[in-house]
């Protein structure tokens, strides 16, 4: 199976633009969350989506948004960016039912906001 | 409460030591303990996990050992390798009735190894 796909790799952004990210989540995973890695506060959860819906939500303000399709693939959305946007946005894929608890992690973008 | 304390920050060890990760976490709900490695410009992958219902789980050279009644948890890597030079990400999280995880993991701060040969 192919494993989680994240696009684009790299983003350079200015302040106050916006910006949409595109995850894949691995054939029959029905789930998708979203992660910032950032260098001091490490790994933050953003949210997770799981059959089209939003599952749960983690401390981030409401800039940040972010669907699930129909086919699970998943999209979120920066708006008015800030500086300390600047970090690697992980998303992961897991079945999301029957016991399947396993985070696949994509390789990440990179978003720089200049 | 959702907290996961990860120590130390950064540990270097000689080829064919042991590699010692500690985590503490503050939320009894938690009941699924994964440990993640990450490579330069990739994302993590998952190691090893455990659940609260066993003290210590085995999978080649890495040991997770768990502590119920302290919260804590550790990862231990055996004959560690240069290979081994890593991020390692300790987590947790709070599954629901039926046991599945609802996706969302609390990422201890990680810990940079580095292995010499």
């Known amino acids: 199976k192919a494993g989680v796909t994240q696009t684009p790799r790299y983003l350079i952004k200015t302040r106050g633009q916006q910006v949409t990210l595109s995850c894949s989540p691995i054939s029959g995973h029905r789930s998708v969350s979203w992660y910032q890695q950032t260098p001091g506060q490490g790994l933050q959860f953003l949210f997770e989506?799981?059959?089209?819906?939003?599952?749960n939500k983690g401390n981030f303000p409401g800039r940040f948004s972010g669907r699930q399709f129909s086919n699970s693939r998943s999209e979120m959305n920066v708006s008015t960016l800030e500086l300390g946007d600047s970090a690697l946005y992980l998303c992961?894929?897991?079945?999301?039912?029957?016991?399947?608890?396993?985070?696949?992690f994509g390789p990440g973008t990179r978003l720089t906001v200049l | 409460q959702q907290q996961v304390k990860q120590s130390p920050q950064s540990l270097i060890v000689q080829k064919g030591g042991i590699s010692i990760i500690n985590c503490a976490y503050e939320n009894t709900a938690f009941d699924y303990f994964p440990w993640y490695q990450q490579f330069p410009g990739k994302g993590p992958a998952l190691l090893i996990a455990i659940r609260p219902d066993v003290s210590e789980k085995k999978e080649g050279r890495f040991t997770i050992s768990f502590n119920k009644s302290a919260k804590q948890f550790s990862l231990h890597i055996m004959d560690s390798q240069p290979g081994d030079s890593a991020t390692y990400f300790c987590?947790?999280?709070?599954?629901?009735?039926?046991?599945?995880?609802?996706?969302?993991?609390?990422f201890g701060q990680g810990t940079i190894l580095t292995v010499h040969p």
């Open positions: 989506y799981f059959s089209e819906t939003q599952r």
């Open positions: 992961a894929s897991s079945g999301g039912q029957g016991g399947t608890d396993t985070q696949y």
């Open positions: 987590a947790a999280s709070r599954g629901n009735a039926g046991g599945t995880s609802y996706g969302k993991l609390t």
